[in-house]
């Protein structure tokens, strides 16, 4: 028998027959049954890592039936009931969809439509696998306290209590939480009253919620110091939650907030809608959890003291932002699975196995993949991208109207678009769902015969796949050109909707470079010929060029050398005039594509020679940077930093020791020992186990240790944890081999695990694009570099 049902009603099956379940085919819930709102009371005991709780649903019967089915996961079900003013009907039997991760509660008789009450009794455990109700443990004095919590994004919820577990069903919530008496207990919604149940705990009743879906409620118990302030208009409470003893370290996050608040109430025209907002650190959360009124962060997102450097107050400041917007989107309008950093999703988004931001889901295996990287970072740069096309002003009356129509509504990826229609005469339905509903990006391929006359094709753009992706695939493309005398503004401006088209350019004479993609809003790629780049050379020294300009050609172009359509000796001789370049976007862009060179020569001996380029390219930006921040300078310069000494100390700079007065933290000591060749230095113990994957010398030992002790470390992590994903791509990406892919390969075939696949095949795709890359060019990259820095000759 399986734990997972009362045993008096149980019948547990892997998927409901067929015959009898008509729904037992499709994943998401049938709309037979609707909830209205959810009356919910539990009461944890995290002395014995259990919790119990009883709901009384009222629910809407839309048609005619004997069966209620509803999401539940790992929770026993004690008793069922359905009662509307006439009758009351016991369940007749419970039966388990295993693989759907529901329930079907079958009654005696038929319930007729009509509203009524379904009550349910059930228990669980509090379990340590960073989902649903969890425990973890708050450290403050060096003493330990449990601390129990929930995290239900995306499909999380129905491991704490049975419920219609899709945001497209909205109800109201009211909470009622029995708990210890020393402990806080926080929830969504503001405390209503409070009142002694035993000796040892107390009850407390929380406001009923705003219609919400049940993955954006949240219960956290435990012990903690709070700060609190309130917003500018005196209409929002802010708490910050920390371990004991810790409060100060949240008053940075507490100012932000506050601060946030007040710019996204007059950006979207429209209130934070609840009394109170709580931020609350949590010691191994997962990530930052937006769930509405009460926000889970790790320590680390929003917890600052006097050792944070600046580059981490504004990676605080930038992951409140983030989840405080969702305060409004997410929250007041849920997007029913409208997912939500450019260059990074422009990167995974090249990849064969890259997800549509919109697709239809079923399974939650499905749900969690789409909550991915890709959809969500690329989400944001269409919205970019649409941002520029339709105009700052016209975007944000856009927003405005959405949240106005769908307020505490679920609302669909079309709604937005034809509400941006609205706001002006612009068809964005059709553009939108080109981005949205396919895969991939396209690369479009320019040519001119003429300075004046361009000629564009666009195709999906594989790095695997050098040209003549045969797809059908076609995009309707915003273009905005821009020249060599007016670079700030757009020469010419185009929708392109074909394979291929011919766009005029205006006041464009002989000599003068034309350059696609003004500002770097458009989410595609652009293979300029050889002519065209060394055109850019003497705008890119100057730079006349504007920095996004200049980072997006810089980004095509390595782009480009990776799918083969370029060489890497093209790539390195333009790469050395942005030496002097004085932005901190592109030298961010830089830095990182310099680890990505370093790793790909790794096994080769034209390293010392790489260096060689590498530190004559930082030497400007070191002598510029140094070591230590001045007072006024720019946070996105400080940035840099600590990136630009790494890879310093990775190329073997002189000069950069005799320099340093300081020893640097330990993570860029950790990111600095990359280079090393000792491999003794990395078996010490003082390198912790998952910081080795990250070091070149240390990537044969971590994938040795990971091999043999798979299922072990799958025991302890998790299948779907933020630790498990990242040891797996650090280890995997480290190693630009297509052997060692394959033998990756093989390693995984036969452990096809849905939490970190995606993982998996992205690390293997992005090891072969590396592997081919080096197979194809090393010859000429060996005579770049041997011309350039003979080791004999040079010696920066």
Excluded at 375 to 394: P, T, W
Excluded at 645 to 663: C, G, H, I, R, V
């Amino acid at each position: 028998m399986s734990p997972l049902n009362g045993l008096r009603y149980e019948k547990t099956v892997s998927i409901c027959d067929r015959n009898k379940w008509p729904n037992n085919t499709i994943y998401r819930l049938p709309k037979t049954v609707t909830p209205i709102k959810y009356k919910l009371r539990f009461r944890s005991d995290p002395n014995r890592y259990k919790f119990y709780g009883s709901e009384t649903i009222l629910v809407m019967i839309n048609n005619r039936t004997d069966i209620i089915e509803l999401n539940s996961v790992d929770l026993y079900i004690d008793s069922a009931s359905f009662k509307t003013r006439r009758l009351r009907v016991e369940v007749k039997n419970i039966y388990t969809c295993l693989e759907k991760e529901t329930i079907i509660l079958q009654f005696y008789k038929q319930l007729d439509k009509g509203s009524g009450n379904l009550t349910i009794n059930f228990n669980g455990n509090i379990n340590n696998m960073v989902t649903g109700f969890y425990r973890t443990n708050s450290v403050s004095d060096d003493q330990q306290e449990m601390i129990a919590v929930t995290d239900f994004g995306p499909t999380g919820s129905r491991r704490a209590f049975p419920n219609w577990d899709d945001p497209s069903f909205k109800a109201q919530l009211e909470l009622t939480v029995i708990s210890p008496k020393n402990h806080f207990t926080l929830t969504n919604m503001n405390e209503l009253r409070r009142r002694s149940h035993s000796s040892q705990m107390d009850e407390i009743r929380f406001a009923t919620s705003p219609p919400m879906a049940t993955g954006m409620m949240a219960v956290v118990v435990g012990k903690f110091d709070y700060i609190e302030q309130l917003t500018e208009d005196n209409e929002v409470s802010v708490r910050v939650f920390t371990p004991e003893g810790r409060q100060e370290e949240g008053m940075f996050a507490l100012e932000v907030t506050a601060k946030m608040l007040m710019f996204y109430k007059y950006y979207f025209n429209t209130s934070y809608p609840l009394l109170k907002l709580d931020l609350i650190s949590i010691s191994d959360f997962p990530s930052s959890m937006e769930t509405w009124g009460l926000i889970t962060f790790t320590e680390s997102q929003i917890l600052v003291n006097n050792n944070t450097s600046e580059e981490e107050r504004r990676g605080v400041a930038i992951v409140i932002a983030h989840a405080l917007a969702h305060q409004w989107f997410g929250n007041l309008v849920w997007q029913t699975y409208f997912a939500k950093d450019i260059q990074n999703a422009i990167e995974l988004d090249s990849m064969r196995n890259s997800l549509p931001v919109e697709t239809r889901l079923e399974s939650s295996s499905e749900i969690e993949k789409q909550f991915s990287a890709v959809s969500y970072q690329k989400s944001a740069a269409i919205m970019r991208m649409f941002n520029g096309f339709v105009g700052k002003e016209s975007f944000r009356n856009g927003i405005r109207l959405f949240l106005t129509k769908y307020s505490f509504k679920s609302a669909f990826a079309s709604d937005l678009w034809k509400t941006f229609s609205e706001i002006k005469d612009i068809k964005l339905k059709e553009m939108a769902e080109s981005w949205a509903k396919q895969k991939g990006f396209p690369v479009k391929e320019r040519q001119s015969d003429n300075q004046r006359i361009l000629t564009l094709t666009q195709e999906r753009f594989i790095p695997l796949e050098k040209s003549g992706n045969k797809s059908n695939q076609i995009w309707q493309i915003p273009i905005k050109i821009t020249n060599m005398f007016s670079p700030y503004v757009p020469s010419a401006e185009t929708v392109m909707t074909t394979k291929q088209m011919n766009i005029t350019v205006k006041e464009v004479y002989e000599g003068e470079w034309v350059k696609l993609n003004l500002n770097y809003e458009g989410f595609y790629r652009v293979n300029y010929p050889i002519e065209m780049l060394n055109k850019f050379i003497p705008s890119v020294e100057g730079r006349s060029m504007p920095a996004m300009d200049r980072l997006n050609v810089l980004s095509d172009l390595f782009a480009m050398i990776q799918s083969g359509r370029m060489s890497t000796q093209t790539g390195l001789n333009f790469l050395i005039h942005y030496k002097n370049d004085d932005n901190s976007a592109v030298w961010d862009y830089i830095l990182k594509l310099l680890s990505k060179l370093d790793l790909l020569l790794s096994d080769t001996n034209l390293k010392e020679q790489f260096w060689m380029f590498g530190r004559e390219l930082l030497s400007g930006l070191n002598s510029k940077l140094g070591w230590d921040p001045k007072d006024t300078e720019d946070l996105r310069v400080t940035k840099i930093r600590p990136q630009m000494l790494t890879l310093l100390a990775k190329f073997k700079d002189k000069k950069l020791y005799k320099n340093a007065e300081s020893p640097v933290k330990r993570d860029h000591i950790i990111m600095a020992l990359t280079a090393t060749d000792q491999k003794e230095r990395v078996l010490k113990e003082t390198i912790r186990f998952i910081d080795s994957s990250k070091i070149i010398s240390g990537r044969d030992k971590t994938w040795k240790f990971f091999e043999k002790n798979f299922e072990e470390l799958l025991r302890m992590f998790g299948s779907s944890t933020v630790e498990m994903n990242l040891l797996i791509k650090n280890f995997m990406e480290m190693f630009p081999s297509e052997d060692k892919a394959n033998e990756f390969e093989t390693f995984f075939t036969n452990r096809r695990i849905p939490g970190f696949q995606e993982t998996v095949e992205i690390s293997l795709e992005r090891m072969k694009i590396n592997a081919k890359w080096l197979n194809r060019d090393i010859i000429q990259i060996r005579e770049f570099l041997t011309k350039h820095y003979d080791q004999n000759t040079k010696d920066l």
